[in-house]
């Protein structure tokens, strides 16, 4: 049997049904068969943007959490490659609690895109290739500063003398000092920039009043140009150590734990002074198995002001912190949510574009705690919790810093901006952690004011009664600011 001959026409229409079946199919193969994801061409871009300034030889220490491994080399990132997919999938990496509709607003977010997270699991469940080392792009080249993330310091502090925590310590509170002599700076110096380093793996966390402190997974302070600390010359700092860890046989480990500091060239021009408000309770009992305790403090702004960022601070039953805002015109806003708290990774959230507030702004600060059975982390979920320095005790701290025209803030500690808190004194000399401030328990200034704050007469000044003496002060105060505009006002028609 003869081929059929077949026209001109029949064959160019034949012709170009096989070319598009050919190229379907080529199409078909790619969708199938698509290029490999390799570490060279695709992964290291994101490990770098994303990734190395802590996973790096000598990376970051964000308040003494520090990566375990570098994720510079295809041979350093490989043996990670299950590991990794897995952090980023459940987004435990990067360490970023912020809930997802703040995402953009604050400068130092760590956040992946799901086209990122997918990229990097796909590359680990098709056997993490190398691909070829032509793709990689050039390595980062990272400041060469001992590993501060400032840059090269212009000051390091230590307190004087290393300290030895023993090895049967499991939660400790100790205090050091550090003079700032004339050799170091002769004259007050406004501060760019602060980084505390733990010296030690069991320091939990470090607060030094007047240049801040860290916690875990801290980051350093980086001030906007034109935006200070104020460092003053000559005088004592005051180092609160707490030191945290599993007591036992060579746990112990010598600490000397240091401040880095960046100053401003004295020519510089400086326009703000960065003040910090705390929205803190201290009268509070989470109940044993109370997994939804829900705690509120509020602060009002006492002038038009910016917001520059939020820290919530609360121990191992923190499970949520949000700060809102009330203006005065009576709108609301939420300005951070963190739904999912982690003390492990207590993160300071710092604006890209500081927030503005009017005068007479309330913040609020709501935060939630968890000492049901169901919280892993809870050391004893048949507990009554109180405030307490020690970890297994609680806290309920909503840290702000903000700047005004009028250099004017009013710090932490004030019973709502009006003084000394009596419930901050009965938590703080709570050595029994009854609940209560026995007489021998009060500092010596107080003493003398404990018999009129012991209004039951059983011997001891509980949060009531501290919360009495609050409102007391409170009505004194503003008696005294009432007396003295009628002062200034009889002076002023004289």
């Not at 036992?248 to 401040?259: A, K, R």
């Not at 949000?322 to 963190?338: F, R, T």
């Not at 702004?361 to 705690?369: A, E, K, S």
Request: aromatic share 10%; net charge negative.
């Amino acid at each position: 049997m003869t081929r059929p001959q077949l026209s001109p026409v029949t064959r160019l229409l034949a012709l170009g049904a096989l070319a598009s079946l050919a190229l379907a199919g080529a199409a078909s193969a790619a969708a199938v068969d698509p290029e490999p994801i390799t570490f060279y061409a695709d992964v290291a871009p994101v490990l770098q943007q994303e990734c190395q300034v802590c996973h790096r030889p000598n990376g970051a220490n964000l308040g003494g959490m520090v990566a375990p491994m570098a994720l510079t080399t295809y041979e350093e990132t490989r043996p990670w490659a299950r590991s990794i997919a897995r952090q980023v999938a459940s987004r435990a990496m990067p360490p970023w609690d912020a809930a997802p509709q703040h995402n953009g607003v604050f400068s130092n977010e760590r956040t992946l895109t799901q086209e990122q997270i997918d990229l990097l699991v796909n590359w680990a469940e098709s056997g993490a290739p190398a691909g070829n080392p032509a793709d990689a792009p050039e390595p980062v080249e990272w400041p060469s500063s001992d590993g501060w993330l400032i840059g090269e310091p212009d000051l390091v502090l230590q307190f004087d003398e290393p300290y030895f925590v023993e090895d049967d310590v499991e939660d400790l509170y100790i205090y050091f000092q550090t003079t700032v002599t004339e050799e170091m700076i002769p004259e007050d110096r406004y501060v760019k920039a602060i980084e505390f380093r733990p010296g030690s793996p069991a320091v939990h966390h470090i607060i030094v009043p007047g240049l801040g402190g860290i916690a875990p997974g801290n980051d350093p302070v980086i001030h906007e140009d034109g935006m200070a600390d104020v460092l003053k010359a000559g005088r004592n700092l005051r180092w609160q150590m707490h030191y945290h860890k599993e007591p036992g046989p060579g746990t112990g480990s010598w600490d000397q734990s240091s401040v880095a500091l960046k100053f401003y060239d004295k020519d510089e021009e400086v326009k703000y002074e960065v003040f910090n408000a705390d929205l803190g309770k201290y009268d509070f009992v989470v109940p044993p198995g109370d997994s939804d305790y829900t705690i509120q403090t509020e602060w009002t702004f006492p002038s038009d002001s910016e917001i520059v960022g939020y820290l919530p601070h609360m121990h191992l039953r923190g499970k949520a912190a949000k700060y809102e805002a009330h203006y005065p015109d009576g709108s609301h806003e939420v300005l951070l949510d963190v739904p999912n708290y982690d003390f492990n990774w207590q993160t300071t959230y710092k604006y890209k574009d500081r927030k503005k507030v009017p005068a007479g702004t309330r913040v609020v600060l709501t935060t939630v705690f968890d000492n049901s059975e169901d919280n892993p982390a809870n050391p004893d979920p048949t507990a009554a919790v109180r405030w307490g320095e020690p970890t297994t005790d609680e806290m309920s701290f909503g840290f702000l810093s903000y700047i005004n025209e009028e250099n004017e803030g009013r710090g932490a500690f004030q019973g709502g901006g009006q003084g000394i808190d009596v419930t901050a004194i009965v938590a703080l000399s709570d050595d029994s952690r009854d609940g209560k401030m026995q007489l021998e328990e009060a500092p010596g200034g107080i003493k003398q004011y404990f018999e009129m704050m012991d209004q039951n007469k059983d011997g001891a000044v509980d949060m009531e009664e501290a919360k009495a003496a609050n409102a007391f002060l409170q009505q004194m105060a503003e008696q005294r600011e009432k007396a003295e505009a009628a002062a200034a006002g009889a002076a002023g028609g004289e």
